[in-house]
């Protein structure tokens, strides 16, 4: 009985420490493998971003990148459009005066030059491209320019004499030209009308006094150059050159009978002048 009682007792002890000791040896054993266990999952979490995030920026480095050149400004736009302006300038004016008949005493042609001052106006369309420019322009121009040539001057007491007037002018130009910032240089031509007066004396011979007045179509061609100064104004300086077509008059004197005149007259012009824009067609173009 004391042998059982002993064997009993001893053993109870023994399960009585095992059921209170194995839970508290697995537990912290748990706690250890979760706290592992979560590191890891961050960690991958955390690979996969960074793969993600080297994977897209490689695709986006292959993605090419379209690149728009800086807008350009045609130089030539501010010249589109309407303008109309005002100029003024000197006149070197040739005058060829025949007479076929010797209505003054001689046949011959006498040549006559004279330099002056013309001012007037003019009104003109410009269609551009970026660079360049294709307009048109009519101008008017008046002045006197007087050429006179004796006859026989060394002889007392005569009046022979050829004097022609330079009195107007009118073209009607196209122009074509470059446009280099804001300076536009062209060149120029087109019609020209002519208006001249001549008038001969002869009181000696036959006491004769005739004038010639008309306007005669001719051509100009010259070339200038242009520069935008403000926002609507313009300032130009041009050259040109004017050739009136050659006319034959004729005269009928009541002592000498009928007398043939051929008429020729050229001029070179050398002009400034000043345009205002009218309008506002200067639309600035891109390319």
Known sequence: MCLRRSASSSHLPDADWHAHSV???????????????????????????????TLGSASAA??????????????????????????F????YTAQRTDQDGQLGNVATYTQKQSGFFGGGQIGYNGTTCNALLGIEVDGSAGSVVAATTLLPNVPDTDISITSHFNALVTARTRAGIVV??????VTGGLAAVHTSTTYHNFNIASDVFTFDNWRWGW????GAEWACSERVSLRSEVLYVDAADRTFTFVSPTLGPGNFTHGDAMWIARVGINVKLGDDSVVVSQ
Request: with cysteine; proline share 7%; charged share 15%.
């Open 62 to 87: 292959d993605v090419p990148v379209t690149v728009n050149p800086p807008a350009q400004t045609c130089a030539a736009a501010w010249w589109r459009g309407w303008y109309a302006g005002l100029n």
């Open 89 to 92: 300038g000197g006149v070197a």
């Open 181 to 186: 910032d804001s300076l536009l240089l062209y």
């Open 23 to 53: 839970p508290n040896r697995v537990h912290p054993t748990r706690e250890i493998g979760h706290g592992r266990a979560s590191a890891l999952a961050r960690r991958l979490v955390a690979m996969m971003a960074l793969v993600a995030l």
């Open 220 to 223: 100009v061609a010259g070339f």
